[in-house]
Every structure is written in C-alpha cells, then in structure tokens.
C-alpha cells in the first residue's frame, strides 16, 4: 500500500558522495507514485536536511507531518541528475 524505503544506500557506482535511501517499490495510486518516485531512485535529502538512512527519513516526514505542513520537498538522485520533489500527504 506504501512505498517501500527499503534500505540505506551509498554507492561508488554513480558518485564516491552519494547516500540517501534507495526507493526499492512504488505502490500504485500513493503519493509517491503521484510525485512520481519510481523504484531505483534515492532519496538524498527530505525538508532540507541530508538522509542517509531510512530512520532519517521517516524522522523527516513525522516532524513535518507534526507540524501539519500538507508535503515535504524531496531532494532526490536520478540517473538523469538531481531534482526536486514535492511529496504531498494527503489528496487535495
């Protein structure tokens, strides 16, 4: 029903500096689906702060959650580059 953050990743592949959680599933019809996280994507920053696990980044999105803001803006790794993702809770 969610997307799975399934596990920290840092990699020598793409670049000796890139960390953050690796996104491993998408389920259909989510908000992240909606924002257009796919599968193989990494999540390297949440409210403007580094992730580099998905402890982190479940931390991220429950303190914005607390603090009744509607999304929470992704930094997330591609392998066309980095972008910017906005991650809404809720349908408006």
Known sequence: RHTRYARDWSS??????LSGVLIT???????A??????EGLVI???DNRPVR???EFRAAVE??????RPSILLSVWTPQGNAL???KFADE
Request: hydrophobic share 40%; net charge positive.
């Open 44 to 46: 390297t920053r949440a």
């Open 63 to 68: 303190g914005v959650k607390r603090s009744g």
């Open 53 to 55: 696990t998905v402890a």
């Open 12 to 17: 020598d592949v793409c670049s000796s500096d």
């Open 25 to 31: 599933g998408v389920a259909p019809r989510t908000p």
């Open 85 to 87: 993702v906005v991650l």
């Open 33 to 38: 689906a909606r924002a257009q996280l796919q």
